[in-house]
């Protein structure tokens, strides 16, 4: 499964400043850097959709510690969250996963789906992902969507997107 990426360098650390995924039934892999707080995902339909969410982190050479993420999802009605799932990544046994298309290793860590695909329909509605950690820092991937495209757009956007994405396995996280 291929998965658009996104080099999220925003700081979503709150649900008021959560960053949108739009078309949340595309896949994209989001790289991004905790720095002290918990990011925030928000999605936004106005029609029923598959949900799909998972978790990776870069797999450095040499490197069988990593960091650990986990998330919650939540649904928004009425300015209420209501928690759907927790799940727990410092409990989970994550595997390694080579990506053909990016030539990258991952740790792969606990997913809301299975397989890389959705498992479930979320009504029309409004929906938060926070992702964290013990000490919320740290660099990881949220795989989100099961359905590959890759239009015009996106691939234009490749040749700008892949070096950032590149120097992610640079940085720590062993």
Not at 7 to 35: C, G, M, R, W
Not at 43 to 70: H, L, M, R
Not at 76 to 84: D, G, H, L, V, Y
Not at 102 to 130: H, M, N, Q, R, V
Request: proline fraction near 6%.
């Amino acid at each position: 499964m291929a998965h658009q990426p996104v080099f999220q360098d925003q700081n979503p650390n709150s649900p008021e400043e959560s960053y949108l995924i739009e078309k949340p039934e595309v896949s994209k892999a989001i790289y991004a850097t905790l720095s002290g707080k918990p990011h925030y995902y928000r999605i936004e339909s106005e029609i029923d959709f598959k949900f799909y969410a998972g978790i990776t982190v870069p797999k450095i050479d040499n490197c069988n510690q990593f960091t650990k993420f986990s998330y919650s999802i939540y649904q928004i009605t009425n300015q209420q969250e209501k928690m759907i799932a927790e799940i727990d990544g410092e409990n989970f046994e994550w595997w390694e996963w080579y990506e053909p298309y990016g030539k990258k290793w991952y740790w792969i860590g606990p997913e809301y789906g299975a397989d890389f695909l959705s498992t479930t329909t979320f009504s029309a509605g409004t929906y938060l992902i926070k992702i964290f950690n013990i000490k919320n820092r740290g660099n990881y991937v949220l795989a989100t969507g099961d359905i590959e495209k890759f239009g015009p757009l996106v691939i234009a956007k490749l040749p700008f997107i892949m070096p950032k994405v590149n120097t992610f396995w640079n940085q720590e996280n062993c």
